[in-house]
């Protein structure tokens, strides 16, 4: 049974930090894609950034230079840190493994990979 677990979420001010978490059970964690994504009202699944299997990491372009990603992988833990946080980042945030490259309509309905229940970033 494969399990994502996202955590980390809250409410900030413009200009704050936070630091998402996602741990992974039942999945081989070594090797495979891992991604962060997000969606707002009204706005399309975002693919904020992901992490291949040859640790090449890449960012959307409205959060390169303020949002990293990392993996913890004796751990099975996906990051992310977010940092200079702007009320245009309020959304649902979801970790997900071997996800899509690309933005979709829904997080919640996607078909591909396997993806966590989400947890709301909320910037004032």
């Known amino acids: 049974h494969v399990q994502l677990v996202e955590s980390g979420g809250g409410s900030v001010q413009a200009g704050g930090s936070l630091r998402l978490s996602c741990t992974a059970s039942?999945?081989?964690?070594?090797?495979?894609?891992w991604g962060w994504y997000r969606q707002g009202p009204g706005r399309k699944c975002e693919v904020v950034s992901r992490?291949?299997?040859?640790?090449?990491?890449n960012y959307a372009g409205s959060v390169k230079g303020r949002f990293t990603i990392s993996q913890d992988v004796p751990k099975n833990l996906v990051y992310l840190q977010m940092n200079d946080l702007k009320p245009e980042d309020t959304a649902v945030y979801y970790c997900?493994?071997?996800?899509?490259?690309?933005?979709?309509?829904?997080?919640?309905?996607?078909?591909?990979?396997?993806w966590g229940q989400g947890t709301q970033v909320t910037v004032s």
């Open positions: 997900a493994a071997e996800g899509p490259s690309w933005d979709s309509d829904s997080c919640v309905n996607s078909e591909i990979g396997y």
């Open positions: 039942g999945f081989r964690f070594a090797g495979s894609d």
């Open positions: 992490t291949t299997s040859d640790s090449s990491t």
